[in-house]
């Protein structure tokens, strides 16, 4: 049997009221998602993925750019207005505006970080026509972000 690695950690701070939704991501990796109990999508999780030992680095990840085709991958319909997107010690933030036909346009932000063999990438994620009331909260909950080893 394979030798179950502990996972790397990852910690965020929601407000209080903010439900713990489960989800099975599948295979060995780990979700942790909290939500707005009023409005569900309104949300933060932060997804943790084993990887090989030869992808130890951010940059085996290729840079900001190469990875940000990961985080906003193109599809048929699908429209991204990127606000930002920054390489800052160690993982890559990303903001952007996501449009999916069919579906009201999204704002988010996305840390990508690479810690004891695994992918952590954080998500906030809010209805763009809900953001300015949320963005504040947005920034509190993506600043609050932390990773370690397990």
């Known amino acids: 049997a394979a030798e179950e690695k502990p996972l790397a950690k990852a910690t965020f701070a929601v407000p209080e009221s903010w ?3 489960k ?3 599948g295979g060995d990796r780990r979700l942790e998602l909290y939500a707005d109990p009023d409005n569900s999508d309104t949300n933060a999780f932060a997804l943790i993925t084993p990887v090989r030992g030869d992808y130890t680095s951010l940059g085996s990840f290729g840079n900001v750019e190469t990875v940000q085709d990961t985080v906003m991958p193109a599809a048929p319909g ?3 207005d990127v606000i930002r997107a920054e390489a800052v010690t160690g993982k890559y933030v990303y903001e952007y505006v996501v449009r ?3 579906q009201p346009e999204r704002h988010l932000t996305t840390v990508f970080m690479v810690v004891a063999d695994c992918i952590v990438t954080f998500n906030f994620q809010a209805k ?3 953001y300015k009331a949320v963005s504040a909260l947005a ?3 993506t600043d609050s972000f932390k990773t370690g080893k397990p």
């Open 19 to 21: 439900v713990q939704l």
């Open 100 to 102: 999916v036909p069919e």
């Open 139 to 141: 920034k509190s909950t």
């Open 23 to 25: 989800g099975d991501p």
């Open 128 to 130: 763009s026509s809900d």
């Open 78 to 80: 699908i429209s991204y």
